[in-house]
């Protein structure tokens, strides 16, 4: 789907890598044990951040540099994860997946890092302190992740993707979202 003339590329990939969609059902309706062994199995996929050989990093890296080959002069902007939990009690399950979701984003700056050295374009940008206060359980409002039993849940709301287009736009440059042409 990607033109040559296309300018802009977001991208926010690495949590179905490591099922995370399955670690949030064990532990919002499954037992304690179930919930346990899907974020142990999520933490052996997701591997060390600084291990070269991280088989996520070198996934990810492949990917920016394909869409970078595809496209050479559009900018790509990708977007880590936002903690998912406010206040989550230490040795919680929530703790867990928030350091889970840590891990994931040094991953994923790093894979952005190392594609850097190839495609100058490409960006990384941290959203975890756009959405501190505002993730579930979150004290400010408006809160910035649906929360369960939402069909949406663990996914932004309205606000939330507010807060990463904010986010993305630090990352273009001066005058760009000025201009007329569409961005693709």
Known sequence: ALK???????LTVGAANLGLSTVLT???TGTQAQCQAAILLAQGLLGDCADDENSLYRSLTALYTQVA???PGTRIVVTGYPL???SAAPDSPQAAINDATAELNCIIERAVAKSQATYAN??????T????GHAIGGKVKPPFINE???GEAFHPTEDGYGAYADAIK?????GWLNKQEPLA
């Open 122 to 127: 490409i960006y990384y940008v941290d959203v």
């Open 84 to 86: 998912l939990f406010d």
């Open 26 to 28: 064990a532990c919002t």
């Open 4 to 10: 040559r003339h296309t300018r802009l590329v977001t």
């Open 148 to 150: 369960p039993p939402s």
């Open 170 to 174: 630090t990352k273009l440059p001066v």
């Open 129 to 132: 302190k756009a959405f501190t």
């Open 69 to 71: 080959g595809k496209a």
